[in-house]
């Protein structure tokens, strides 16, 4: 893989943020009568856009789905972001590709405010030139958007940039703004998500995704 510019996703790509993604979705719920036990049950919001999550899962219209949202985030933005672990490899994995000259960056739909805390915390902000995420009011939480708006921001050419996630929606916004996609089989799409996508890449775990760079 031969491009100069990485892209990459962070829940499901960088980091496991499964413990503080579903006991906050379970939190919202909870505020809003709905009562949700396993927090298996709410994997699937790992990755979509949230706002448009909570309206697809449990059929609520915008202004309850904001509330959810709000209530999510009255957690996440305290305990839930902490919950969190990077991935076995991606520390090494990033010193590499920094040894390598490329730059990167972060395209998350989490809120950039967020996502620059995890990075932080977590002791991988240093390996990003920029970590781009959506606003806290929703605007550019569609990776469509999002891709564009860091390529026309950074000046980079799509020849040479590379978008790397774990679920369909980051592969879509990064085939659509003309850049290479590659997906990762460790996160929390499935299979038959990833592979309807037709991605350039695929690789199953992050051994796969560094062997790859070495080449």
Do not use: C
Request: zero cysteines.
């Amino acid at each position: 893989m031969h491009q100069q510019n990485i892209l990459f996703d962070l829940d499901g790509t960088l980091t496991d943020p499964r413990l503080g993604i579903t006991r906050s979705i379970q939190f919202a719920l909870a505020k809003l009568g709905i009562d949700e036990p396993d927090i298996t049950r709410l994997e699937h919001f790992i990755g979509p856009p949230l706002l448009q999550a909570f309206m697809q899962f449990y059929a609520m219209d915008e202004a309850r789905a904001w509330e959810a949202v709000n209530f999510y985030r009255e957690r996440f933005r305290v305990t839930g972001l902490y919950e969190n672990q990077v991935f076995d490899g991606i520390p090494h994995l990033l010193e590499s590709l920094a040894g390598q000259g490329r730059t990167l960056y972060v395209a998350t739909s989490k809120p950039w405010e967020f996502a620059r805390e995890i990075a932080r915390h977590f002791d991988f902000a240093r390996h990003f030139k920029v970590i781009y995420g959506s606003e806290l009011d929703g605007t550019r939480t569609d990776k469509v958007e999002l891709i564009a708006h860091l390529l026309d921001q950074e000046r980079l050419d799509p020849a040479q940039t590379l978008m790397i996630g774990d679920r369909k929606h980051d592969l879509i916004g990064g085939r659509r703004n003309g850049l290479q996609v590659a997906a990762v089989g460790y996160g929390f799409g499935s299979a038959e998500e990833l592979h309807a996508e037709a991605p350039d890449f695929h690789f199953n775990s992050v051994a796969e995704l560094h062997q790859a760079f070495q080449r």
